[in-house]
């Protein structure tokens, strides 16, 4: 996704529309897994601030994901918000520009701005970033999913599959039979 800024690059508080669709092809899936399924729509604006390009806008989409519980795919619709500031790349190549900043660190104050070249702006990482942050840790196919038996691996959500339910941990098994009633004898004590 590249986005030209040739217009604005000299007119500080200028502004740039964008619009862009993305095939689900063109797209690698978000943190290895959740793969898109329709086209990724970004669209914004970019401002000259006269420092740096602000770009502002939306990310959606539909992802394919697994429920946590139950390891059913599912499928989710994604919305990121998206607001990045890019920093026109000065001097340095960019390998020379990663190696400086590791070299200083945040020493000098900045905010973490993403650089650009020329006349365009990158906006994939941003883009794969704001949607990847939007990725639920344990999606689950609906709230009440009953997941997976613990014994035999079976999907409760489609019927019980008759493992026995109560497990006791073998470091307590002896308090088990000492919790069950003794027969009473006749005998006096």
């Given at each position: 996704?590249?986005?030209?800024?040739?217009?604005?690059?000299?007119?500080?508080?200028?502004?740039?529309?964008?619009?862009?669709?993305?095939?689900?092809?063109q797209?690698?899936?978000?943190?290895?897994?959740?793969?898109?399924?329709?086209?990724?729509?970004v669209h914004?604006?970019v401002?000259?601030?006269?420092?740096?390009?602000?770009?502002?806008?939306?990310?959606?989409g539909?992802?394919?994901?697994?429920?946590?519980?139950?390891?059913?795919?599912?499928?989710?619709?994604?919305?990121?918000?998206?607001?990045?500031?890019?920093?026109?790349?000065?001097?340095?190549s960019?390998?020379?520009?990663?190696?400086?900043?590791e070299?200083?660190?945040?020493?000098?104050?900045?905010?973490?701005?993403?650089s650009?070249?020329?006349?365009?702006?990158?906006?994939?990482?941003?883009?794969?970033?704001?949607?990847?942050?939007?990725?639920?840790?344990?999606?689950?196919?609906?709230?009440?999913c009953?997941?997976?038996?613990?014994?035999?691996?079976?999907?409760?959500?489609q019927?019980?599959?008759?493992?026995?339910?109560?497990?006791?941990d073998?470091?307590?098994?002896?308090?088990?039979?000492w919790?069950?009633?003794?027969?009473?004898?006749?005998?006096?004590?």
């Amino acid at each position: 996704m590249q986005l030209s800024i040739a217009s604005i690059r000299e007119r500080r508080g200028a502004s740039l529309p964008f619009d862009f669709i993305v095939p689900p092809d063109q797209w690698a899936p978000l943190g290895g897994e959740a793969a898109a399924l329709a086209p990724v729509h970004v669209h914004g604006h970019v401002t000259n601030t006269g420092e740096s390009m602000l770009v502002q806008g939306e990310a959606s989409g539909e992802f394919g994901l697994v429920c946590a519980r139950c390891l059913q795919p599912i499928r989710a619709s994604l919305r990121a918000p998206l607001e990045e500031r890019f920093r026109r790349q000065t001097g340095r190549s960019p390998q020379r520009e990663r190696e400086w900043d590791e070299t200083l660190g945040d020493s000098d104050g900045e905010d973490d701005a993403r650089s650009y070249h020329g006349d365009w702006l990158n906006l994939e990482d941003a883009v794969r970033e704001a949607l990847l942050l939007q990725v639920p840790m344990k999606p689950v196919c609906r709230p009440d999913c009953r997941g997976l038996c613990p014994q035999c691996g079976a999907n409760l959500n489609q019927g019980d599959c008759g493992c026995e339910t109560e497990t006791v941990d073998p470091r307590l098994a002896a308090l088990r039979e000492w919790a069950k009633p003794r027969p009473k004898s006749n005998e006096p004590r």
